[in-house]
């Protein structure tokens, strides 16, 4: 199987590594508009050779597009204006309407799946790329109705090969369950980071951060140029999850203005959940909250 990765980073570059492992992929054409990435990539063994974006979607069999979620709106129409009809293009972006929607009407529409595996660090680059990163992890699969059947097989396959299990939504279903699993611990952890760097004696109090500051705000440290686009792409389901977050801690901060340790304790308790939802119990959740995590949790 004949594969061109375009973006060499941590999700692009983690999946050749584990589709060359498996030997899902025989031969992998690399794409990189950094060239010194690319260079990277190649040293690493991330890719067999460095090519052109047109002339790697012309040779491959599977296209996985693996750039920041602007530049796959720019570019996925060009891939399926290029690519034969035969091959598969295969995005692995975090959000899924808009880019679903820029080739709704595209001939070719049929041979693109949009996905999301839900694996990744706060790294970035081709020497962030590790192997295994996507064992036991899931996979979402959107629109898979709008796709051929042989394409969205060969994708099924590949994901398959990675140890993902898949779960199927609509674009807007993935957009508004990511807005609160993905997108808004990462926001919130922006928010810390910066809370905590517009403290005057901040210094000290880096030096006295222990393992749960560092766990809380590692995801700070992820690539502005991927996660803003996100951000912007799903602004408004964002914004929802932000108004929920912010309502939970105007409560949290309301139980500790009014000296209510009845409140704190019952806020601190209904937290408490999220460990039988993490190991696999789902009895203590409303059917609409585990509706929102089931899919993240395995």
């Known amino acids: 199987m004949k594969l061109a990765v375009i973006g060499l980073g941590l999700i692009g570059g983690s999946m050749a590594k584990d589709l060359r492992r498996t030997r899902f992929a025989t031969d992998i054409i690399g794409v990189d508009d950094n060239p010194e990435s690319a260079q990277l990539a190649l040293r690493l063994g991330i890719a067999d050779r460095i090519s052109s974006l047109e002339i790697a979607v012309k040779e491959a069999d599977i296209v996985i597009v693996a750039i920041p979620v602007d530049k796959i709106v720019r570019l996925l129409p060009y891939i399926l204006d290029h690519i034969p009809a035969s091959t598969t293009v295969i995005d692995v972006g975090s959000t899924k309407r808009e880019i679903a ?13 949009p996905s999301h595996p839900m694996a990744g660090t706060e790294n970035s680059g081709p020497a962030a790329a590790v192997e295994n990163l996507f064992d036991g992890k899931i996979c979402i699969i959107c629109d898979h109705d709008k796709c051929r059947p042989q394409h969205l097989a ?31 611990p990462h926001a919130t952890s922006f928010v810390l980071a910066n809370a905590v760097l517009a403290i005057e004696d901040r210094n000290i109090i880096f030096d006295l951060a222990s393992g749960g500051f560092q766990s809380t705000v590692r995801l700070a440290k992820s690539s502005p140029e991927m996660w803003a686009p996100i951000f912007w792409q799903n602004r408004d389901y964002i914004c ?14 309301e139980s500790l203005n009014n000296s209510d340790d009845k409140q704190l304790s019952e806020l601190i308790v209904s937290a408490n959940k999220i460990r039988g939802v993490l190991d696999g119990d789902n009895s203590s959740l409303t059917k609409n909250e585990e509706t929102i995590i089931k899919f993240y949790t395995k």
């Open 101 to 113: 929607g820029v080739v709704k009407g595209h001939t070719l529409r049929g041979n693109f799946i």
């Open 154 to 184: 060969l994708a099924e396959k590949m994901y398959q090969s990675l140890g993902m299990p898949i779960a199927y939504m609509t674009s807007d279903e993935q957009d508004h369950t990511s807005a609160f699993i993905s997108h808004l």
């Open 240 to 253: 929802e999850a932000l108004e929920v977050y912010i309502h939970h801690l105007e409560e949290f901060k």
